[in-house]
């Protein structure tokens, strides 16, 4: 069975600040690893994947992740975040060895607020 | 493309009354998935479909029933609603093959609560 740990249940953070949302998994297979955003009362968005390839992926609006396959990590990390960044951030796996793709796994969520 | 719809938004159940949750997508996704989202404990997976009369169970599925008639619709069924069902129940849909078959897509979520 996989799992998924997200550190941080609360992030705040002031407005143009760095910010680190930490995530770890753990699988006795290969996966797939996702970062999903979720703004107050919307759904969930897709925000960054790792599939394979380079180990450092980005998303459109800044934000990046790193796969660390020996610390079984996907950080998530922004270099300078604007009050619009509030949102509930989860880490997802997907487990490759069964083909499910369509199953994922979520961590509890990081709530970051951005303060201005 | 409306994308992934659910209905209703909002809705208050007594417990022991039935209801069904409605989610369609037009996409033409092969795979459809229901979770439900509580306070601290993430996302975790109801049931599943990987195509038109093929479900299976997730993480959580007692209390729940579904069924996969058409490609486009995922109806969620709870038979006799419970307080611990009170939760914000997310659809979502994936394409299950090309290159964002491991992308999954969801709806705007219903909020419901059994009294």
Redesign the interface.
Known sequence: AQS?T?LD?QVPVFEEAPVELRCNYSSSVSV?L?W?VQYPN?????LL?Y?SGSTLVESINGFEAEFNKSQTSFHLRKPSVHISDTAEY?CAV?DLSRGS?????????TLLTVNP | NAGVTQTPKFQVLKTGQSMTLQCAQDMNHEYMSWYRQDPGMGLRLIHYSVGAGITDQGEVPNGYNVSRSTTEDFPLRLLSAAPSQTSVYFCASSPGQGQRSYEQYFGPGTRLTVT
């Open positions: 998924v997200q249940s797939y996702f999903y919307q759904g969930l968005q897709l994947k599939l989860f997907s793709n369509y199953k994922l796994t979520f961590g509890k969520g």
